[in-house]
């Protein structure tokens, strides 16, 4: 549509570039954060568009596009990082518990099998009248590291258990900044959305009157 023509006001016009860094870095100065999270906007800094000029359905649809960036950082910082992070935490705590718990029980096993071993051949010397003290000694040193092992075992087990009982039984204490970031982030958008497209209806009547007033 060229600039002479009589709708172009209506339909056309577009911002310039200085009025779009101007929307954008009062947009930004909008996503100030709280110590829990998004801040909630109780008025949509979108109005600056009027600021500018942004009455024509092109402009409209400019500064829609830096809304829908903005929100695209906004879900991306305040619910995607959210998840990922917790997710990354939780995980990786919970892997490295269970590599260890799986050590120690490898350890145990270890032990289990050497004591079996050993005990069988103690008394099978015992049986046949054998001496039996350097092999006794060695039996009686790994049922220590048998009973040590089966300690470590237990008690890291133990703790792993907590842990998942823990992470299963307060993961909605997590949960609460998601779900209430994620409706802030809807409210934002949605007041955005309104404020912006809340201007078609004036630009709807602004172009009946410059289509009645040229034919």
């Known amino acids: 549509m060229s ?4 709708l172009f006001d209506q339909v056309g016009k577009l911002l310039d570039a200085d009025s779009l860094q101007s929307i954008e870095q009062k947009e930004g100065v909008s996503l100030a954060t709280t110590s829990d999270g998004l801040e909630l906007q109780a008025k ?4 600056v568009a009027e600021e500018f000029g942004a009455t024509s359905l092109s402009s409209i649809q400019q500064v829609a596009v830096i809304h829908e960036q903005l929100n695209t950082e906004d879900f991306q910082e305040h619910v995607l990082d959210y998840i990922a992070e917790w997710e990354e935490v ?7 518990e269970t590599r260890r718990v799986k050590k120690l029980q490898r350890e145990r096993v270890h032990y289990e099998k050497k004591v079996d071993s050993l005990r069988r051949r103690v008394n099978s010397m015992e049986a046949k009248g054998k001496e039996t003290s ?13 009973k040590n092992a089966w300690e470590s075992h237990e ?8 842990l998942l009982e823990q992470v299963t039984k307060y993961g909605w204490m997590d949960l609460y900044p998601l779900v209430k ?22 630009t709807l009547d602004s172009l009946k009157s410059s289509f009645q007033q040229h034919t």
């Open 134 to 146: 350097k092999q006794g000694e060695r039996l009686n040193r790994n049922e220590q590291k048998l």
């Open 44 to 47: 949509p800094l979108a109005k």
């Open 155 to 162: 008690q890291r087990a133990g703790k792993l258990c907590v």
């Open 3 to 6: 600039t002479d023509t009589p």
């Open 90 to 96: 939780v995980t990786t705590i919970i892997d490295q």
């Open 181 to 202: 970031n994620s409706i802030k982030w809807e409210l934002n958008r949605l007041g955005r959305e309104n404020v912006i497209y809340g201007r078609l209806p004036s």
